[in-house]
């Protein structure tokens, strides 16, 4: 029951009949659009193919939210131009806390490499979280007959415009890191897209296309077999899962650097309260043990941030990408 207390029954001509008639600030005070979230179904679009880190990770925060929350976390995938029709998809979405989308660099990547996008990169959408970083690996077949990324900088350098390499599609974060490769390498390699990372993986595995930076999570298990040769990782330092691997950048090409990072996001004027209760899930799932375990063998960290962070992180990623594009007369269109 709301009680008013006033010193007499008549104040400034409101009589405490009128006073009862009108609904108490507590009444009237809007409801945490979090308390009752999620009530429905979540759906997370995921724009690469099934069996993608991004779309792996996507799936295991999914299946932790569902065992929580005890509502269904659907994964939708929409493996096209690189992600951007999904992003699509999901900014144009009701701002509700339902329609999700996870993504890799490639969103960052999207703005730098197209000048018209069906969406504004930076403003249609909020940080949830990043979710795992993932270093990359540059694979051949074990047929190809290279041994170190010298041999491969040699063969491509021999016969300039003949050798390929395969990525998630043009704008991707693996046809990005490639050209990197390509750029501080100075060779004429050419650029053969497929709709994800299994499918890259795949073609360069059997000898189609020469070489692929994929990212670890989808290579180890192939290096580990045998199936590939991990010629360099990515990153500024060796890994603890391939000691032996050298760096790309010891291995003959300074200066190259690189790792991709996951996140989830939402439409951009979905309600702060339901964001930070997503990033409170999302954060606890990263920071299970299982979770780690699982991640760490396929050579990635957990890395959840503050929406915040991951707003204003994605605004540098977007400059230093185009940066990089210019410099090296990057384009998609």
């Known amino acids: 029951m709301c009680r008013t207390t006033l010193s007499r029954s008549r104040i400034a001509g409101v009589t405490l009949a009128s006073l009862a008639a009108v609904p108490c600030a507590a009444a009237l005070a809007p409801q945490d659009p979090a308390a009752t979230y999620p009530s429905r179904p979540i759906r997370i679009v995921i724009g690469f193919s099934a069996g993608s880190t991004v779309d792996v990770s996507a799936r295991v925060i999914g299946q932790k939210m569902t065992e929580t929350w005890k509502q269904q976390v659907v994964a939708d995938n929409r493996p096209s131009a690189g992600g951007i029709i999904a992003a699509q998809t999901v900014a144009h979405a009701n701002p509700d806390g339902y329609t999700l989308l996870s993504v890799s660099a490639s969103h960052a990547v999207a703005p730098a490499m197209y000048s018209k996008l069906p969406y504004d990169t930076a403003k249609d959408f909020a940080g949830i979280t990043t979710t795992v970083s993932v270093p990359a690996v540059l694979i051949v077949a074990p047929s190809l007959g290279v041994k170190t990324v010298k041999d491969l900088v040699s063969m491509a350098k021999a016969k300039p415009g003949q050798i390929n390499f395969s990525s998630a599609g043009v704008g991707s974060a693996t046809h ?46 192939f290096i580990k077999e045998g199936r590939l040769v991990a010629l360099a990782v990515s990153p500024a330092k060796r890994l603890a899962v391939l000691p032996n691997v050298p760096t790309i950048a010891e291995a003959g090409v300074p200066g190259y650097e690189w790792q991709t990072w996951f996140g989830l996001l939402a439409p951009a004027k979905t309600p702060r309260p339901i964001i930070a209760k997503l990033n409170r899930e999302v954060t606890r799932i990263l920071n299970l043990p299982e979770s780690k375990e699982r991640w760490n063998a396929l050579g990635c960290d957990p890395v959840p941030i503050a929406p915040e962070a991951f707003d204003k992180f994605v605004v540098e990623q977007i400059a230093l990408f185009t940066k990089l594009a210019r410099a090296a007369n990057i384009k998609a269109d």
């Open 176 to 221: 990005f890191s490639a050209e990197l490769f390509k750029s501080l390498a100075g060779i004429n390699v050419q650029h053969v897209p497929y709709k994800g990372i299994p499918e890259a993986v795949t073609e360069a595995m059997l000898g189609r296309v020469q070489f692929m930076l994929s990212p670890m999570s989808n290579a180890m298990p």
